[in-house]
């Protein structure tokens, strides 16, 4: 395979997402002067909502995924290593982004659905653990949540849009990406589906758009 094969959005206009980090430049020197208390969660957020948006998903060929170790809300640490042998999706988001909170329901029936083939780790980024634990006592998901507060993660896997998705291919050595999206996913559609059992299987995704998961409206989730 050749290097990552980078697809033009396929799947027409992302509404109100992804919601957006900005460049690396202003996203750090932002990040340097508020890095402590609520203000730096508020520019943050309002930093990532005005940013433009990119390409919605990606079809990868060999890029090995960074390094990943956090706590869970459960009191446990996660690793790659610790989910190796089936295929991983790694999910980053925030609990006051709104898509990502659509799109936490759909996940959580994907694993239910997907049970022993598949690991999903979603990372909660910058956000402190009673907060994300409160959010989390009212929406239980079947899946560790892990936290990455102080966003080194984020940075090492160079996410810049929330949500962001990566599948991982967890039965090959070198922990391959295999597809990763800015969307949130409709991970309930026929079509994802059908690209997950392909990657189950070991099979290439194809060429087939993750279908986005349709704006919900206010208060209302799937």
Known sequence: MGNT?????????????????????????????FRNGAAGSILAAVLIMLAPATDAWSAESARPAPELTLSALDGMSRSLE??????????????????C???MAALDRLSVRMKDRLAILAVDV????????????KQKVSFPILLDEDRATM????VNAFPTSFLIDGTNAGLPIRLSATIPVDWDDPAAIRIIEHLVAGEAPGTEPLPTLKEQPSGESQ
């Open 5 to 33: 094969a980078r697809l033009t959005n396929p799947i027409g206009p992302l509404q109100n997402y992804p919601v957006q980090l900005p460049s690396a430049p202003a996203w750090r020197g932002s990040e340097r002067k």
């Open 82 to 99: 610790s989910v190796r042998g089936r295929l991983i999706l790694i999910h980053f988001f925030a609990t006051w982004c709104e898509p």
């Open 126 to 137: 910058g956000e402190p653990e009673v907060r994300v634990r409160r959010f989390f006592d």
């Open 155 to 158: 940075k090492r896997w160079a």
């Open 101 to 103: 909170r659509d799109e």
